[in-house]
């Protein structure tokens, strides 16, 4: 089937079946492999991205899902060659170790930000615990998304 | 941030953080080279059997399938594995495992790939099977290969000093301990990945996630039947490994496959059940203590048995078995023991490296052990470890000699010093209704580098580009812990460049040295100490090429700059672009070769277990400190706070030094707490994330690391960071438990359905139980 959605703030119309995961239409498809895939089953939060501005998984939707929808994926954030401010949080604060979870994380991050400006740490910590790290102990994410709270606020 | 220089001893933020965190980083998982196939593989049913028959044919009329490959392909030897090549590509005359790959398929799209799996037939004879280690060592035991002389034992060996066991009977206080210690799964984000294509010249070019492109070329050849000229292997950053990815996973099949795809490009990359069911784990452990001091609490004799079940095949199975006996005896001077070790081949899931390396499961063992001869002795449990610990100079237990830079007793006096530490017991008194609270302690070390026979050896290469930046050729992988990133920092400091002067070429067998694993906290020891060398030989001769360029220029006078070198008396400047176009290509390279410090151990031990890295030389060492909180009606436990006190050297970087600390802790937290890898009869029965499960953002509390700088012989004074805080939350948190309970649960992991059954046996608490 043919489907359209905004990916990016770009209109983009594309041939596909039906049950294609949105996960694999970004990285095979449209060739967009910022989007990750660390377990197929909506475990480990990887594969984040904002479908109208909400966090999803997108291993678990389908193609089908996205027609007349806007895509956000970690491609998207960066604006006029600048990092959105959660991005330079987590570069600045040492967020980042394999980096495989950070795009996940960082919509997450930014998906929580946009509902609550100001997280508490236990907040922070509430809403990334969808998105598994095996590299950081998370401590460095909690911060850097504080920090990009303050900043944003 | 500015493109000042940070200089070492501080922050400078990753210069990998920013690609990654824009999602533009490429893993091994992110290639999709054109006009690819994807391949997969059709795994053992069986735990062991013989194969009698595969039937392909209609695997092979699937549409969209390019090939089905046996063993029968393989021109080579058809096995990897190091030091003992024994793991078939593909399995030929019997499996050993579920879980051994079998056929290997390559096809058009996923689907085709599934249905094709689907189809092929396997005709097995089954074979008595052994899933217990212990069983596995008995004389009429199955055999997983039957011409070994020592069948299914691995590798034994023993340590002794002094009477060894005959001494415990002078203790005046003697305890006995059992601990049976999990599986662990790595679970790194990324899953085994990679893609692999003949080049036009006939090379095979491989991009896989591993810890170990120069190692994987070798042991391709070798499987293959290729040269190892004819094989190429670049290792982009890893999305984690933690000694998961030591050693050979897809690479094998992706390089058979692109011999046989017809010139086209094969990509593989394994799903979560399949790599849970075909990864290397941490070795499950069965310990057997006793340990015995004098009245004033000196340790007099220790007595140790590990069995470790190493699965199917050896992998790095013997090296972690010598670590395991190494770090047996902890950071204390024991001048009577014996200890013994077996690591047993069972038709169960391979073990192999994971982060900690062996360390992790002797220091749970003697750390749950000191506490309980502390406890018996009546002697506070950090004072006991004072006590005891060893100073440089000092011999441990497992005969080890401290002959390098060693601070856990600053460690310890430093967490004796904090205020969880001394408020400890005000804090265990005032737990809430339904909850009791308990305070653990544990101290511990890790051994860097490969040991006394195999050379630790790392080739740095940089180069001074034509434009007059400069290019650093790793020869390490960076599986997240940012050696990468830190082999800037260090070149930057040598060279007096920012780091955007720099650019840094991922591990390549084409185009960068071969310079070890990715392993054993030595990445940045020996490759940045190398780096360090071709990088002080690359200035000299800039600094060289100037005084020739700048006529009365004298050497000493002359200053490297950025982008430039400075005569400081005249105040002439002739920039870095200028001086590399005077050089040709040979002159603008530096190569330095470094061989890491090795102990020479004057005491006679098994020349197996010396060959596998028994002692090291080189040591980090830390003290933790746990305070846990327990629902009684729940069984749940609660980490409150976390205290790490960590001597790993001077410190290059807060940041990533702080990183690893972090990691190291929440990792061995999933270890001791929640992750419970269920192998049963061969059956992984863990096959996701809902039913492995890893600490997430929500279990764990702020933790904080204090760091005890000694100087060691590392780049400016460090010494490996990567593995030292993974080793002592088992036996950490064990203890808070412990003390909490009122006795010790001896299996890991300490599940809440393990506290209740403990709780609900004892509801009045009491002593430690067996």
Known sequence: ?153 | MTEALAPIGTVLTRSDASAKVQGCEKYAADYYPQGMLWAGVKRSAYAHAKILRIETSKAVEVTGVAAVLTSGDIRGSNRVGVPEMDQPVLADDKVRCKGDPVVLVLAENKKALELALEKIEIDYEVLPAVFDPREALKPDAPLLYEQRPGKNLLLSGTLERGNGAASLKDCKFVVEGRFKLPWQEHAYLETEAGVAGINSEGILEITASTQTPFRDRNELSHALGLPADKIRVTAPYLGGAFGGKDGITVQGLLGLGAMHSGDRPVKMWTSREESFLSSTKRHPAELHYRLGCTQDGILLAMTCEVVLDTGAYAALGGAVLAMVLEHAAGVYRIPNVFIEGFCVYTNNSVASAFRGFGAPQGLAGIEQMIDLLADEAGIDALKFRLKNAVNRGDTTGSGVLMSNSTGIISCLKKVQRHPLWINRQDWVNNAPAFKKRGVGTAAGMQGTGYGPVILDIANAKTELLPDGRFRIYSGVADMGQGNNPTNIHIAGEILNQAPKDFELLQPDTGSCLPSGSSSASRTTFSFGNALIGACKNLKERILTRACNLMMGAYFENLLLARGKVLDMTSGREISLQAIASSMTEQERISIFSYIAPAAKHPESVNSEIRFLGFPHRIFSFACHLALVEIDELSGEIEVCDYLACTDAGRILNPQIYEQQIHGGIVQGMGYVLWEDFRIHNGDVLCRNLATYILPTAVDIPDLQSLAVETEETGPFGMKGVGEIGINLPYPAISNAVAQALGRRIYEGPLTAERVLKCLNSNPTGGKSED
């Open chain 1, 1 to 153: 089937m043919k489907i359209s959605f905004r990916l990016n703030e770009k209109m983009i119309e594309i041939e596909t079946a039906p049950d294609r995961r949105v996960i694999d239409l970004l990285r095979e498809d449209l060739g967009i492999t910022g989007t990750k895939e660390g377990c197929g089953s909506g475990e480990c939060g990887a594969c984040t991205v904002l479908i109208d501005g909400v966090s999803k998984l997108s291993c678990l939707m389908l193609a089908a899902q996205l027609e007349g929808r806007s895509i956000t994926t970690i491609e998207g954030l960066v604006q006029d060659g600048k990092l959105h401010p959660v991005q330079k949080a987590f570069v600045s604060h040492g967020a980042v170790q394999c980096g495989f979870c950070s795009p996940g994380m960082v919509m997450s991050a930014v998906d929580l930000l946009q509902r609550n400006p100001l997280p508490g740490r236990q907040e922070i910590r509430r809403a990334v615990s969808g998105n598994l790290c095996r590299c950081t102990g998370y401590q460095k994410i909690i911060d850097a998304i504080q920090s990009a709270a303050k900043e944003l606020d």
